[in-house]
């Protein structure tokens, strides 16, 4: 999209030596012959621009029955519109959307998404306008070509990078080719950078790295992610990326051990009947410098890795189970991402296995769909908007009247990214938060319990349950109180894990909201600009935080022992407060200073710290009644008349109350405590949950 950078052949570069970037069966644009043709004018109606026969062999290696008239046409209307316009390495402007075209076409992209390629700096530098485009090419192609046209500095200034940033990750919510085609257009920008001056590459390897390339990797564009990554290791760290340049080019004068790898993973498929083509795929710059530095010394086989591929999913599984039978495996490095795949729609089995010698190597089994998928991500996807029973897109896959059309591809990190930048009007705020969200390379999806919002939502790791309060009930979650994870109570700072269920639980007061110190438990910038916002609203909230809720009385002793009988006669029996032991529950007693009997549960602590004393257990069993005395404690929202439907739920089951005490409600919440007599400990279960089901009380638990 830079009018401003230079082509290797002509200029100053950023020139990356080894076989990094010089991919196999990759053709490199010669942007001095684009430059000759483009200049020869225009060509037969009938007859493809020579400029384009690249772009038209790539795409025909892909799609064989393409209509290429669309991307005469587009060229023709590209070239003519640029011309005139030079490069700063004197080279026509033109072999830039050239360059970008191919790089897509070589990925597999269908005919839309080369066409707007060609035209997507014509809006931005020509006198060309989004109606002409999509008068002549509809307006699929013009929607993507206004997705990835830049905001104008004069009308923005500084906020006019992040804001293009905004308009482009909105364009990708609803069509997520408009990031396919910026993603390959910084790659050309970043090919030719040479011809900038320092401080501005690196300035624009910054924003590659914090923006662009975790980008790629979320819509699973490897084979652009891993170029992007080298050219920014080169101009970011010079002297890291001189040593792994001279690491790979020290290695390739050593006998590689891996096509004697592969030549025996062949043979053992070949016996095996399961058709197979495995390759050396060598690692690129990057991948090379971070194993260096995860093991030190490199062996032969760290400078690469095995591919596998095979027709079926059943044929990764058949292959892994040969290679771990014939090789020794390494089980550490087994990972199954066909089963449970990455959320950038990767797939693929990890294993490694080692030879006689000693020699190990990591292999790598998909099919070839899934390569497809894992080098070109949602490019290989094609045209979402494509009908299934058609087999072709629709008359006008525009945005609809409202402006607004979803991506029926769009991830759940987009769609997230989505609803946080509304709430984030300031450019500074929005920047920072988009590096903060983009920098978590990894996520976890968990399951929402209660009925309510989605099923599942995906959260960055080590999310907490503010994160999954803020997912699943917006700017609800203001009243979050706690959750249950698992269904156990706990903390909203909890961090959860991969397949948690989660419920968030909310106060009933509308007028609640966040503390301060739930900043330092939001990973995600959904929640932390909603908490930030609603503190910065309401500055006499911030009061100081109550004191620790005293702890409850925990008396040794309660008077009478109920219907437990101690094997000591005449010595007084009382039912520990530690743990309030019912029958049946299994007990244990011990003798007390004063003579007198103490019966505890047999797991309670007490018990286990009596026995280290050396403490001898006195027998003591159940009479055949059936009463019981129990305290228990109800853990509820503060609402009006709620002690009064409480001690009625009680009443209804029968129990006796014998002593209550209610807490003074801290953060909304109210904790109960009650002593009851219950006829039968039989009925200590339906008690509970009878209290369980009064609104307002998430919690009840014996003491």
């Known amino acids: 999209m830079s009018a401003e950078a230079t082509n290797p052949e002509t200029g100053p570069e950023l020139r990356l030596t080894g076989p990094v970037l010089r991919r196999r069966g990759r053709t490199r644009l010669d942007l001095r012959r684009l430059g000759r043709a483009a200049m020869a004018g225009t060509t037969a109606r009938d007859r493809l621009p020579d400029a384009i026969g690249h772009v038209a062999e790539a795409h025909r290696a892909h799609h064989p029955d393409a209509d290429l008239s669309v991307l005469r046409r587009a060229y023709l209307l590209a070239e003519t519109s640029h011309r005139g316009q030079m490069r700063k390495s004197g080279e026509p402007y033109i072999t830039h959307p050239l360059a970008v075209t191919l790089i897509l076409a070589e990925l597999g992209a269908e005919t839309t998404t080369l066409t707007a390629s060609l035209l997507h700096d014509t809006v931005e530098d020509t006198e060309v306008t989004l109606d002409q485009v999509r008068a002549e090419f509809g307006t699929e192609v013009g929607f993507i070509v206004d997705g990835v046209t830049k905001l104008e500095k004069v009308d923005y200034g500084a906020a006019a990078e992040p804001e293009t940033f905004r308009k482009m990750l909105v364009a990708t919510g609803n069509d997520v080719r408009v990031m396919s085609i910026k993603l390959a257009d910084r790659l050309h920008n970043m090919r030719t950078l040479g011809v900038m001056r320092p401080e501005k590459q690196a300035r624009i390897a910054k924003v590659t790295r914090d923006v662009l390339i975790p980008l790629a990797e979320r819509l699973g564009v490897q084979a652009l992610k891993t170029e992007l990554e080298d050219l920014v290791f080169a101009i970011l760290h010079p002297t890291e990326y001189e040593s792994t340049r001279a690491l790979i080019a020290s290695h390739a004068g050593e006998r590689d051990p891996l096509p004697a790898i592969a030549d025996s993973v062949r043979a053992v498929l070949r016996e095996s009947g399961i058709p197979a083509r495995v390759q050396v795929r060598p690692?690129?710059?990057?991948?090379v410098h971070r194993v260096s530095?995860?093991?030190g010394e490199l062996r032969g086989t760290d400078f690469g890795r095995l591919l596998v591929l095979v027709a079926e999913d059943a044929d990764c599984y058949g292959v892994l189970g040969e290679l771990h039978?014939?090789?020794?495996?390494?089980?550490?490095?087994?990972?199954?991402?066909?089963?449970?795949?990455?959320?950038?729609?990767?797939?693929?089995?990890?294993t490694a296995v080692a030879t006689p010698d000693g020699a190990v190597a990591e292999v790598l089994i998909r099919t070839h769909r899934m390569h497809r998928v894992a080098e070109a991500g949602?490019?290989?996807?094609?045209?979402?908007?494509?009908?299934e029973a058609a087999g072709r897109a629709p008359a006008d896959t525009g945005p609809t009247p409202g402006g607004e059309r979803a991506d029926p591809t769009r991830p759940g990190w987009l769609s997230r990214l989505l609803d946080w930048q509304q709430a984030t009007p300031d450019p500074d705020t929005f920047w920072t938060s988009l590096r903060a969200e983009l920098a978590q390379d990894r996520e976890i999806t968990v399951f929402l319990a209660g009925g309510e919002g989605p099923a599942t939502i995906s959260l960055p790791a080590g999310a907490s349950c503010v994160d999954a309060a803020y997912a699943a009930h917006g700017e609800d979650a203001h009243r979050c109180v706690g959750a249950r994870v698992n269904g156990r109570i706990a903390a909203l700072g909890t961090r959860l894990s991969d397949g948690d269920t989660v419920q968030p639980l909310l106060a009933q007061d509308t007028g609640s909201g966040p503390a301060p110190g739930w900043l330092d438990h939001a990973r995600t910038p959904a929640a932390r600009i909603a908490i930030s916002g609603w503190l910065r609203n309401h500055p006499d909230a911030?009061?100081?935080?109550?004191a620790p809720r005293p702890p409850l009385p925990n008396t040794s002793m309660r008077s009478?022992?109920?219907?437990?009988?101690?094997e000591l006669p005449g010595a007084p029996v009382r039912l520990a407060g530690c743990c309030t032991p019912v029958p049946p529950d299994k007990v244990a007693a011990f003798v007390v200073r004063g003579g007198a009997v103490t019966v505890h549960r047999t797991r309670c602590p007490a018990a286990e710290r009596m026995r280290s004393l050396g403490r001898t257990p006195v027998a003591v069993h159940w009479r055949d009644t059936a009463d019981c005395m129990v305290t228990l404690i109800a853990e509820s929202f503060g609402r009006p008349h709620l002690l009064a439907d409480l001690t009625?739920?009680?009443?209804?089951?029968?129990?006796?109350?014998?002593?209550?005490t209610v807490e003074p409600p801290t953060e909304q919440r109210v904790r109960h405590t009650y002593t009851v007599q219950l006829p039968d400990s039989a009925g200590l279960a339906a008690l509970m949950r009878a209290m369980r089901e009064v609104p307002g009380v998430y919690d009840v638990s014996r003491v």
């Open 325 to 350: 039978t014939c090789f020794t495996p390494v089980i550490s490095e087994f990972k199954d991402f066909i089963a449970a795949p990455k959320f950038n729609l990767y797939q693929s089995l990890h």
């Open 283 to 287: 690692r690129h710059f990057v991948s």
């Open 293 to 295: 530095r995860k093991r």
């Open 378 to 387: 949602v490019v290989a996807l094609g045209n979402p908007y494509v009908t």
């Open 560 to 566: 009478g022992g109920g219907n437990a009988v101690a």
């Open 648 to 660: 009625e739920a009680m009443s209804r089951e029968g129990a006796s109350i014998i002593s209550a």
């Open 542 to 546: 911030h009061l100081p935080e109550p």
